[in-house]
């Protein structure tokens, strides 16, 4: 047991449970992740139990943004098989995305955290209300914008996201998600597939501000890696098999749950 802690770098006395507990939770925010976005509220809380408190924090933010590159570019494939997302929005969106990524990992060394959490909740109960309050929300693509009015939106878009991404992280893809169904008028299903691509950016963007830190598990991130792509691939299918309905759905579950977990953390300090 001592010597798989060690191989993975997991703390001293850890042991396949540990390791076991962590690969389950890559798989399953890997589904989530692929679904609608947010896997991160399961990954990342549960590699910093499984790192505990005697590993700086930030290795446990580098190697979960390892782990989650595998599965959003997973699912991203897996989404451009079967629905076939127009990458003259998307990948322009991604580009955008990276470089606020960037930029957000650098704001992240002077912005403390505290003063950006009220306001992201703020905006993620406005979203849930909206998304409740319109039913009809994303259940198909009745674009908005045309020409480069479409563009430009779909960019200024990711690169906001892209910044909050690189300077707090929770929710990014279901913010995403959310931007391109109100904000472009995409159906829910079209709207994770684009957002995906946008993710793999974030999550690159993050790696490469923290690989050079030294602040990334290499094997552990990698293990857990493969289990969020088993997740995304199965999570992208299952997307796309139930539709545009089920996808809301879950997108309602995992912001009220981002709403409990930021609204906790603000009432707790």
Do not use: E
Request: hydrophobic fraction near 55%; include cysteine.
């Amino acid at each position: 047991m001592t010597d798989l802690a060690a191989w993975f770098d997991l703390p001293a006395g850890a042991g396949p449970g540990t390791l076991g507990l962590l690969l389950l939770a890559g798989l399953t925010a890997g589904w989530v992740d692929a679904v609608v976005g947010g896997g991160g509220l399961i990954q990342l809380p549960a590699l910093l139990l499984g790192l505990g408190t005697g590993s700086p924090a930030v290795m446990a933010l580098g190697t979960n943004k390892l782990a989650s590159i595998c599965g959003t570019l997973t699912s991203a494939v897996t989404y451009y098989g079967r629905v076939r997302p127009d990458l003259r929005t998307a990948l322009p969106m991604a580009a955008f995305a990276l470089t606020g990524a960037l930029a957000g990992a650098a704001l992240a060394t002077a912005l403390p955290s505290s003063a950006i959490v009220p306001i992201v909740l703020v905006a993620l109960v406005c979203v849930l209300v909206y998304t409740l309050r319109r039913p009809a929300l994303g259940q198909m693509t009745t674009l908005r914008h045309n020409g480069s009015r479409h563009h430009v939106t779909a960019c200024g878009l990711g690169l906001v996201i892209g910044v909050y991404d690189g300077a707090v992280g929770p929710g990014t893809g279901s913010f995403l998600v959310f931007g391109l169904v109100s904000l472009l008028g995409y159906g829910f299903v079209q709207a994770s597939a684009k957002a995906k691509i946008a993710n793999v950016a974030t999550n690159l963007g993050a790696l490469i501000v923290f690989v050079p830190q030294g602040v990334v598990l290499g094997r552990l991130g990698l293990a857990m890696g493969a289990a969020n792509m088993l997740g995304g691939y199965v999570g992208a299918r299952t997307a796309v098999a139930r539709g545009a309905g089920f996808v809301r759905i879950v997108f309602v579950a995992v912001s009220s749950v981002l709403v409990l977990r930021l609204g906790y953390q603000v009432v707790t300090g």
